[in-house]
């Protein structure tokens, strides 16, 4: 009960304020001490009263009342430990030393931070600022515009200038994300259709549902095969319509996804137009349109039939927008941190999900199977295990979209009012980020970080190479 043992920051720590006033200091003591005194604890009730007064007494000092330098505070305290010894090697000199005696230095052994956790020792906390920017990183050239590109710049590896040896979390604090990348392109399988066995396709861009079909009617037109369709959009009823207007041509078939020429752009190679290679059923230019026709129960196929001027209106509005949310994920190649990554939905009955071992780094087995370069054991393996677990979607063909998974995940950016903002750049920054927050389990090395930022389909998001970047604030712990 001898208030010389406590510093000002024990008492306060003791009043649970960080803060200290002299209102919040009074208000604090003066309810611990009425409590003491309703108990009948005259001893605890002078103890408080001269806590109380000791804190008063140090507001009182200064020039106004001041948040506590809690840090010089421990570190007068920690340098009057007796675990620090003297310089040997010169005993005039006064400053003591961490264990060699050489230099001041943290203690690098176990049992010492054991003791200093045990001795409740408050830990010193430092922030770093750490700026990500993709025009710094280590390949920028040749460009290619296929994400499997070294050069392409929403997925890269970098080390950073100054290693962090402590960490114990990081934190968003900010992003900066240029608005150049396109809802529609070809390589995400949604700019094509088939018409008449023709590829109508548009180029790669940003539409509204007036401007969307205008391109469609440009590129129909451009083909004498294809001349023939006519599509509209009404701004009343907010649907678009197709109509076959030739007569000579009989009822005609529009293709918008075929079943066989599924593929993952990201991890299989580049995009062939003429192969007509798409995402899957509801990621076709047909359903942005807003067609909900129900594949071929035979081949999986979405097809619709235009008998000669007869108007086929969609089944639903259509959707120009675009990806609504990226996806920035941080991988630090620790095994210490709390977080889990990136949750998602999947199907009731999910589609096969190999535990065997990838054959190829970088590379799904489904694409190796297309490629033909599995021999026959992988093959058998890879059947015996699909077999018994098939998903059953529309049709009863897997043609749905997987939702994107992550362990390092370590935000999600909602992609709002873009259409507004273009063609400035999407930015965002302060406190409302920290939430996007990853902890470690101990104090971990942070040195080398590969980088993604993906949209709503799990695809690298292609900002034509412009450059993004994003910033974070790291804790290390230094005691």
Wanted: net charge negative.
């Amino acid at each position: 009960m001898d208030l010389d043992n406590y510093t000002v920051d024990d008492i306060l720590t003791i009043f649970n304020i960080v803060d200290p006033t002299v209102f919040n200091v009074t208000d604090v003591a003066n309810t611990l001490i009425a409590k003491m005194k309703t108990d009948g604890n005259e001893y605890m009730m002078k103890f408080f009263t001269e806590a109380r007064d000791k804190v008063l007494e140090y507001l009182q000092t200064l020039d106004k009342e001041p948040v506590l330098n809690v840090l010089t505070e421990e570190i007068e305290r920690i340098w009057k430990e007796e675990r620090f010894g003297f310089n040997d090697r010169n005993p005039t000199n006064p400053v003591r030393y961490f264990d060699d005696g050489s230099h001041v230095t943290e203690i690098n052994n176990d049992s010492a931070r054991s003791s200093a956790v045990a001795a409740n020792v408050v830990p010193i906390i430092s922030s770093h600022l750490v700026i990500i920017d993709s025009q710094y990183r280590s390949n920028i050239l040749p460009y290619s515009n296929s994400s499997l590109s070294n050069a392409f710049n929403t997925n890269f590896t970098f080390n950073l200038t100054n290693n962090i040896t402590r960490a114990i979390s990081i934190k968003l604090y900010s992003y900066h994300i240029p608005t150049t990348w396109n809802a529609f392109s070809a390589t995400a399988g949604n700019t094509f259709f088939l018409y008449n066995g023709i590829i109508i396709n548009i180029p790669d861009g940003n539409y509204t549902p007036t401007t969307l079909i205008a391109a469609i009617q440009i590129a129909a037109a451009a083909n004498i095969a294809t001349a023939g369709l006519v599509i509209t959009y009404n701004t009343d009823t907010n649907r678009i319509s197709l109509m076959n207007s030739d007569p000579l041509l009989d009822t005609v078939t529009v293709i918008f996804f075929i079943q066989s020429n599924t593929v993952n752009f990201s991890n299989c190679g580049n995009f062939v137009l003429s192969n007509f290679q798409t995402l899957g059923v509801n990621t076709t230019l047909g359903w942005l349109l807003g067609f909900r026709t129900t594949p071929n129960a035979t081949t999986g196929d979405v097809e619709l039939l235009l008998p000669p001027l007869k108007v086929v209106t969609a089944d639903v509005a259509p959707d120009t927008y675009g990806p609504r949310y990226f996806t920035l994920s941080v991988e630090d190649y620790s095994n210490t941190r709390l977080s889990s990554g990136l949750y998602n939905i999947t199907n009731t009955k999910t589609f096969a999900s190999l535990s065997v071992q990838d054959y190829y780094n970088t590379t799904t087995v489904a694409c190796k199977l297309r490629e033909g370069s599995l021999t026959q054991a992988q093959l058998y393996s890879i059947n015996a295990i699909t077999a018994n677990n098939t998903n059953v979607n529309v049709g009863g063909f897997d043609n749905t979209l997987t939702g994107p998974t992550s362990n390092s995940t370590l935000a999600i950016i909602p992609l709002a009012d873009i259409r507004n903002i273009r063609p400035n750049p999407y930015i965002k920054f302060g406190a409302d980020l920290y939430v996007n927050k990853r902890n470690y389990v101990k104090p971990t090395s942070l040195i080398r970080f590969t980088v993604s930022l993906t949209d709503d389909k799990g695809n690298l998001v292609n900002l034509y190479d412009n450059d993004w970047s994003f910033s974070l604030i790291v804790e290390e712990r230094l005691n």
